[in-house]
């Protein structure tokens, strides 16, 4: 009950203009788009620990084995004049 009547009051200040008038039908109308687009969408973002993992499991070894190519201290098995001149 404390946390619904915190926020209720949030809502109150933040519902009201900076003038202090209350909001109007745009207002409000828009203010409902973005807590409807907020509702919709937010369970989707929640998942950012994984995304990182993922991220970092493939894309990081891919990155580590190309820096290693490129200074030379992988050699490739096989000889290629245009690609030895674009990573060397």
Do not use: Y
């Not at 409902?32 to 989707?44: N, S």
């Amino acid at each position: 009950s404390s946390s619904s009547s915190f926020s209720s009051r949030l809502m109150d200040f933040i519902v009201t203009t900076p003038i202090g008038q209350p909001e109007g039908s745009a207002e409000r109308s828009l203010r409902q788009i973005g807590e409807w687009m907020v509702e919709r969408t937010e369970g989707k973002s929640g998942n950012g620990l994984m995304n990182l993992m993922v991220l970092c499991l493939t894309v990081l070894p891919v990155w580590i084995l190309l820096i290693l190519i490129a200074s030379g201290i992988i050699k490739l098995p096989f000889s290629h004049p245009i690609m030895e001149d674009l990573i060397l």
